[in-house]
């Protein structure tokens, strides 16, 4: 077994290997750039060895860096992670040269499965069905719109270097195809330095179900199942779980035997996904595979107790895999959640800053469920433009699918963010949905069931109980320190978005209780855990826990429980008769301006003073988390003033057109 392993990764993955790492009794090197220099995986590691500027181009993809970090610090292995230098086999062919192990695949099987046009070939092949189409390199536009035709629309068009995600398109006519061939060409060579494009079958809203799958250099591979991955945004999973609600035993042993077929065909040595998507008749077909870790591995961990970095590390030391085939089973239910810093209310744009709290839920057993937060971060640390804006991996596990996401959602309620945005009232509100809790799933999950985008969910009869009784609460705590412990009054108006509720309130013990008097009930809210000034309120309602978000505003609070925020105040009898009487405040006209809709770079200004636009026109672009995004105007009108130019950075909300 290896003495010392270098890490060439950076974030959550990093401090992932390092646990098992510490586990397995070896020693770790992280590589770090100046940006991650104060970084929760230059803390855990046992050296660190800088590498360079923020942008991974000159830090984290360099492998003469990484290269110069093994000699200095004598490691004898490196476990790239993903993304990164992960799936490049020049990289591990430079390895092998230097006389360090690769921990991955041979170069060999990382080369066949690099590109989606040579894998689409292997799988075939292997005799794994694949999405019908042209499985070759297209010349041009005209070509391309042949191709389509015969293929049948919708079309999907691919870059063969694409990941994460990029270099994809739906085209559903032959214009589509005219706008879009270039389009993603061009995206492709900008991205990946590689402009070959492809074209298939677009399934129509399928399911992305992927085989994990384990070899060793002794021939035999086994697979751990599958994980399904639907819950999607711009093609990047956000929601994953094992096993999927789809499969039946008898797909999941042809799915796990076609990953098994082309793993064997490809002589793959290590851990590995192949990717699939599914009709909801069961039918799939193969995608593309990845050959590395994959970021959602948790899942498939929770459901085998089988740690896959180990795994990777000792089939790279040259260990034969320890269990069969027959070994494996499948052990409850796992999902995980992606906590990005991004916007869900502004169609998932990336954020960034500083988290000024970061308070995770408790891992570990929590009821009859179990939790796990993979994270690179603790509260100070900067989520930074120059990588990908993940916060942290929730994972829950039950011994059954509702279970697992009930224990989710109960540890997203529990999970405090606050600096950057972050989807966690995203994610709550898909842990409570219908539709998801019956496992309905498919990659357009997200586009059928917020179709106007987020905004948050109506508050349900338990949200306003739990959102009433906690803010009596924190009210009284707040009122008896003004009155320096005296008694206060004992009637009472809660004003909860557009709901008015008179309240009589009591306090036997440590319990509250709060009668709500025009209703003839009574909510008992006991465990209080808050005092002025905190972030979370704490609580139990009728017996059950709950956690809240609370913010002060300029009057009463904004509380949030799960994907509901609702605006609160407590209020005398007599105060309540006035607010209702003020005319409700005026928003400030903004439709004149056209704000950054997050921090970035611009990168194009594209109007003048003076110059008339049409809805929908393009006004600049502002780059952010290496994702351009274009502006464009919501109305018709004449520009007045152009704000930044191009190079300048800008701030959420920064303005960058105002029109006349
Ligand atoms: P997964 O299927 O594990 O979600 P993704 O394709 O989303 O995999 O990518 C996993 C990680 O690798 C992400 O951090 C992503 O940004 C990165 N990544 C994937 N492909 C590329 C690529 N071609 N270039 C750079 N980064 C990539
Ligand atoms: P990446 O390398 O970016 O992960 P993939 O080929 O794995 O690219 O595709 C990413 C996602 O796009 C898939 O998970 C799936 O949701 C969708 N997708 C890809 N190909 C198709 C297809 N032919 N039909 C429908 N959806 C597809
Ligand atoms: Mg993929």
Redesign the pocket.
């Known amino acids: 077994m290896f003495g010392k392993i270098l890490i060439a990764n950076r974030g959550e993955i990093a401090v992932r290997i390092i646990k098992t790492c510490r586990r397995m009794g070896i020693s770790t090197v992280v590589v770090y750039s100046e940006a991650d220099a104060d970084s929760l995986a230059v803390e855990l590691a046992d050296e660190a060895v800088f590498i360079g500027p923020p942008p991974a181009a000159q830090s984290y993809l360099v492998m003469d860096k990484i290269v110069d970090a093994c000699r200095q610090t004598g490691a004898e292995a490196v476990h790239p992670g993903?993304?990164?230098l992960s799936?490049n086999p020049a990289f591990a062919k430079r390895l092998a040269e230097e006389g360090i192990v690769f921990i991955g695949p041979n170069p060999e099987a990382i080369a066949a499965m690099g590109d989606k046009i040579a894998s689409k070939r292997a799988a075939q092949a292997a005799g794994v069905s694949t999405v019908p189409g042209h499985v070759g390199e297209i010349a041009d536009v005209a070509e391309a719109v042949r191709i389509s035709r015969d293929i049948g629309y919708p079309v999907m068009i691919k870059a063969s270097?694409?990941?994460?995600?990029?270099g994809i398109r739906v085209a559903r006519s032959d214009q589509d195809v005219e706008e879009g061939f270039p389009a993603v060409r061009a995206e492709a060579a900008a991205?990946?330095g590689d402009d070959r494009i492809f074209i298939e079958k677009f399934i129509e809203s399928p399911r992305h179900i992927e085989v994990q799958v384990l070899g060793d250099k002794h021939g035999n591979i086994v697979h751990l199942f599958e994980r399904e991955?639907s819950i999607q945004r711009r093609n990047?999973?956000v929601v994953e779980e094992a096993p999927s609600p789809l499969l039946d035993a008898a797909t999941r042993e042809a799915m796990g035997a076609q990953a098994i077929a082309l793993a064997r065909a490809v002589g793959y040595d290590s851990a590995g996904?192949v990717?699939f998507v599914a009709g909801q008749d069961r039918s799939f077909f193969f995608l593309e595979m990845?050959t590395r870790l994959?970021?959602?591995h948790p899942v498939t961990e929770l459901i085998t107790g089988i740690d896959l970095v180990e795994q990777m590390i000792r089939v790279a030391a040259g260990e034969k895999l320890g269990f069969t085939q027959a070994d494996l089973k499948i052990d409850g239910w796992a999902i995980e959640s992606r906590i990005y810093a991004e916007d869900p209310y502004r169609g998932f744009l990336p954020s960034i800053g500083r988290l000024v709290r970061y308070d995770p839920p408790a891992e570990g057993e929590q009821g009859a469920g179990l939790v796990r937060n993979d994270a690179g971060v603790r509260e100070g640390d900067e989520i930074s433009m120059f990588y990908?804006p993940m916060i942290s991996k929730l994972a829950a596990w039950g011994p059954d699918r509702i279970t697992a996401v009930d224990t989710m959602a109960a540890a997203l309620e529990d999970f405090h963010i606050e600096g950057p945005g972050h989807n966690l009232p995203f994610l709550s509100a898909v842990m409570d949905e219908q539709r998801f809790r019956e496992g309905r799933l498919s990659t357009s999950y997200i586009a059928d069931v917020f179709p106007e985008g987020f905004h948050g969910v109506a508050p349900t009869d338990a949200d306003r109980d739990i959102v009433t009784a906690a803010a009596c609460a924190m009210h009284l705590i707040l009122v008896s320190r003004a009155n320096a412990g005296r008694r206060p009054r004992e009637d009472w108006v809660v004003l909860a978005g557009e709901a008015r509720r008179p309240v009589r309130l009591s306090w036997p013990g440590d319990t509250l209780q709060v009668e709500l008097t025009e209703e003839g009930r009574a909510l008992l809210l006991t465990d209080i855990a808050w005092r002025p000034g905190q972030p979370v309120f704490r609580g139990a309602l009728g017996g059950r826990g709950f956690a809240l978000q609370v913010r002060p505003a300029a009057e009463g609070f904004t509380i949030r429980r799960r994907a509901c925020s609702l605006h609160v105040l407590v209020l005398t009898p007599r105060s309540a008769e006035l607010h209702e009487k003020l005319p409700p405040k005026k928003a400030a006209d903004t439709s004149k301006l056209v704000v950054s809709p997050m921090p970035g770079l611009v990168v194009s200004v594209d109007v003048a003073p003076g110059q008339e636009v049409k809805a929908g026109e393009q006004l600049a672009i502002v780059e952010a988390m290496k994702m351009q995004n274009i502006i464009r105007a919501e109305r018709d009108g004449v520009v007045k003033t152009v704000g930044p130019r191009p190079g300048d950075s800008v701030s959420a909300d920064e303005v960058l057109v105002e029109f006349a």
Not at 161 to 166: S, T, W
């Open positions: 993903f993304g990164f799936e270097a694409g990941g994460g995600g990029k991205s990946f991955c990047q999973k996904t990717e990845n994959q970021v959602e990908d």
